[in-house]
């Protein structure tokens, strides 16, 4: 089948204020990007920036721009304000807006930061165009702040970015080596002596251009969308073991000293007894030259490297992400990481020379983004209760200023993960800034055929084709659960460019063949690098159903809000692709849709989308269900796609039997992990946290308790319980206009629902097959069973 899509392309100049940004209409920025003169442009390396102003009464605001690459830690008055820059690329270049006035004092104030670059170590995740730091203020007063040549600098020759050995894939940045002996202490207090700094060099030559500045290239400015990181102090829970030390019984959980003798090499193991995300902080003294090795993990490995129960510590050993430090014998040093790390494990190992070494204290800063649970589950089962909590850790782990796959490995945004995560934010959050920063990223990171990478920031141009349809109906997800159509209205374009690309490689059978790049569908264990079953001709079932599905996404986010001839369009090559799919994949003799044309492979996958496509009518739907139960031949959903099975499942009239399908889940939490892992592997999994596991914390509320959006942006609710034996539960969910509420009573006589909607939504309530209406406000349903 031929198809031609003719998509309108938009041209955009880029303007002198979106290279530097754009505080207001009439103000250019006239700062500079500075950097320290000398310093190699991209060479790795740690480098201090600062500037005293005097304030003769502090002012109610104080507001300042703020951006740098790699990354930058400000200070003021040595309170640290800000971390940044939050992720983005070379032409969506993230600068903070900050008011720094509660922090200012009368008289001498001292403003600095740290900026690092990490060199080829760093992220995957992590562009970059050179070493540079840029600092704006938005009026006369604040302006005095401008970064420029009045502006002190130093490079801290203390730090070398490490290269880590961690096992399997790892994209997530290097450890820090630090040189207490190399280190300059007290550059970020207000009386210390800078007479022997250089002034900060602009990084451009800038020529006068009409009203405004142009650089000779540079970053293209964007105020982030995101509010600050949570920083919160964390304190470990215990030792669990040592080597040639003594370590009294309150360390870690308190501030404890612990000296290690000289010529002696000592091990401590802490626990935190959960997963976490955090700046570590060591404080010492003493032992001139003595090196600390910190070295963090989700877990220990036994000797096959398997990590198993992940409370059990005997017989296995330790290896991961690590940072050193070398001591330079006075008191009181501080080492605490540029970048957080991630950590259930953590073990000090220090070896000292002629003098002893003094740990004086151990602990972590928890940073994250800062969701808040706004959904509530009411409910005497306490293993739901726990499988909510972990979830919604793992959850947390896995964001900070973009979602990411895993916090441990790879802090890497992927689509395919982030639609999951991003169902868990509507749900349990309702925030919806994290959930517009990715679909923006997203967007950003589509090339000129129109498809998406499959993950964003990415510097390595991964290509991932099913993500990219999965990023369709991300936008379907906004439509029915988010609340600013103006923004959705400005990724329709973006949309309408990935399926353009997609049905052209339409075959003239109707089948979707041959895309190029890694088709993956999921961590299935027969499935080469999870790439679902192919003929030799290139189609597949899992490819035409998710072509299928993005179609049907479309079409919806068409009708709401863009164009009724896209619709119409997308209908048309939707109705010819189910068609395709029901005479080339359906087996009459199983009952089931097969993986390929040979019909030799079937799989949950298949199935499970072909239902949630619309593929099967009521009846089969069941059917088609219970196979996926029942039948082991069948390749079978991990942890990731149990999201898509169990809403399929759901949808087939199988939902009652929901409790019965948490068993990985239940696997996780014996073998003692406080976060989901990856695979359904659980005893050799890679990542100890991944959020795509995480899909409880939705189903929990959309499958169980039955709510679910219908309408666009949540006008409507549609509310189909899935209690099976549960007798009492309940729970709230945030909702753009307040909260949805529900409780439930169950007995023999029948059932009985509170229901709560916002005042502007109304829907309906269906049980045992029957529908009842729903109005704004409160609602009590008392639904006898029929005799």
Not at 27 to 39: E, H, T
Not at 77 to 106: C, M, R
Not at 178 to 183: I, Y
């Amino acid at each position: 089948m031929k198809n031609l899509l003719i998509i309108c392309s938009l041209f955009a100049s880029l303007s002198v204020a979106a290279q530097f940004g754009n505080f207001n209409r009439n103000s250019p920025w006239d700062a500079s990007w500075i950097c320290v003169p000398d310093a190699g442009e991209n060479a790795p390396g740690l480098y201090l920036f600062r500037k005293t102003i005097d304030i003769k009464s502090v002012p109610g605001q104080f507001e300042i721009y703020v951006s740098a690459d790699n990354r930058y830690k400000l200070y003021v008055n040595e309170v640290l304000v800000s971390i940044g820059s939050a992720q983005g690329d070379l032409g969506h270049w993230n600068y903070e807006a900050l008011d720094i006035a509660p922090f200012l004092k009368t008289g001498e104030n001292i403003v600095s930061a740290k900026v690092w670059n990490e060199g080829n170590l760093r992220p995957v995740s992590q562009f970059s165009l050179r070493t540079g730091f840029l600092l704006q203020g938005t009026n006369d007063e604040t302006k005095q702040l401008n970064t420029n040549e009045t502006w002190k600098c130093l490079e801290d020759k203390s730090y070398t970015p490490l290269r880590q050995s961690v096992r399997g894939y790892y994209a997530a940045g290097a450890g820090d080596k630090v040189d207490m002996n190399l280190a300059v202490k007290g550059w970020n207090s207000v009386d210390f002596d800078d007479s022997g700094w250089e002034k900060a060099r602009p990084v451009f030559e800038r020529q006068v251009r009409g009203m405004g500045f142009m650089a000779r290239g540079g970053w293209s400015l964007t105020p982030s969308i995101l509010p600050p990181m949570e920083l919160t102090c964390q304190r470990l829970a215990s030792t669990r073991k040592t080597e040639n030390v003594s370590v009294p019984s309150s360390f870690p959980a308190k501030k404890t000293k612990i000296t290690v003798p000289a010529n002696t090499t000592a091990t401590i193991l802490l626990d935190q007894a959960y997963l976490t995300n955090a700046y570590p902080t060591l404080i010492f003294s003493g032992g001139k030259n003595s090196t600390l090795v910190i070295t963090y993990a989700e877990g220990l490995y036994n000797e096959a490297g398997a990590k198993d129960n992940r409370n059990e510590i005997e017989g296995k050993t330790i290896s991961g992400r690590q940072d050193t430090v070398i001591s330079d014998g006075s008191q009181n040093q501080e080492f605490t990481s540029l970048n957080w790390r991630t950590y259930r494990y953590v073990e000090l190992k220090a070896e000292t020379g002629d003098l002893p070494l003094v740990i004086e204290d151990f602990y972590g800063t928890f940073t994250g983004y800062p969701l808040e649970m706004n959904a509530k589950l009411v409910s005497d089962i306490d293993e739901l209760n726990t499988i909510m909590e972990i979830g919604w850790r793992t959850a947390r782990l896995c964001a900070v200023d973009t979602y990411m796959d895993c916090p441990y490995y790879e802090r890497l945004q992927y689509i395919g993960d982030t639609r999951i995560q991003i169902m868990i934010t509507y749900y349990n959050s309702g925030d919806d800034r994290l959930p517009k920063n990715a679909i923006n990223l997203f967007d950003n990171s589509r090339q000129k055929d129109g498809y998406t990478l499959s993950r964003y920031p990415d510097t390595q141009n991964q290509v991932i084709p099913t993500y990219s349809l999965w990023h369709v109906s991300t936008l379907y997800d906004y439509l029915m659960h988010g609340k600013d159509n103006t923004f959705l209205k400005t990724k329709l374009l973006g949309s309408r460019q990935i399926l353009n690309y997609f049905i052209s490689y339409i075959a003239e059978d109707g089948s979707l063949k041959n895309v190029p790049g890694w088709n993956f569908t999921d961590w299935v264990p027969d499935w080469r690098m999870g790439v679902a079953p192919m003929a030799e001709d290139g189609s597949s079932a899992l490819m035409d159903l998710q072509l299928l599905l993005a179609l049907q996404s479309a079409v919806i986010l068409e009708r709401s809000e863009g164009s009724e001839e896209f619709a119409v369009l997308y209908e048309k090559i939707a109705r010819s692709l189910e068609q395709t799919i029901r005479d080339k994949y359906w087996d009459e003799s199983r009952k089931l849709f097969a993986d390929t044309p040979l019909k030799d492979k079937f799989s949950q996958h298949a199935n499970s989308l072909a239902i949630l496509a619309g593929l099967a009518t009521e009846s089969t739907a069941f059917e088609m269900g219970k196979l996926m139960l029942s039948d082991t031949t069948l390749a079978p959903a991990s942890i990731y796609f149990k999201y898509y099975l169990h809403l399929a499942l759901a949808k087939a009239g199988l939902g009652d039997n929901y409790l019965n399908w948490l068993d990985i889940w239940r696997k996780n939490i014996d073998l003692g992990l406080t976060t989901w892992g990856e695979t359904s592997e659980v005893e050799t999994t890679r990542s100890d946290c991944h959020a795509w596991g995480s899909s409880p914390n939705v189903e929990f509320f959309r499958i169980v308790l039955g709510v679910e959006s219908d309408a666009p942006y949540f006008k409507k609710v549609k509310i189909t319980p899935n209690l099976g034996s549960i007798e009492k539960i309940g729970g709230e969910i945030p909702h753009p206009s307040g909260k949805v509420v529900v409780n439930y009573r169950q007995t023999r006589k029948g059932l009985q629902a509170e229901i709560n909607l916002p005042g502007d939504v109304n829907g309906s309530f269906v049980w045992k097959g029957k529908s009842y209406a729903l109005k704004g406000g409160s609602n009590k349903l008392d639904i006898s069973t029929a005799p």
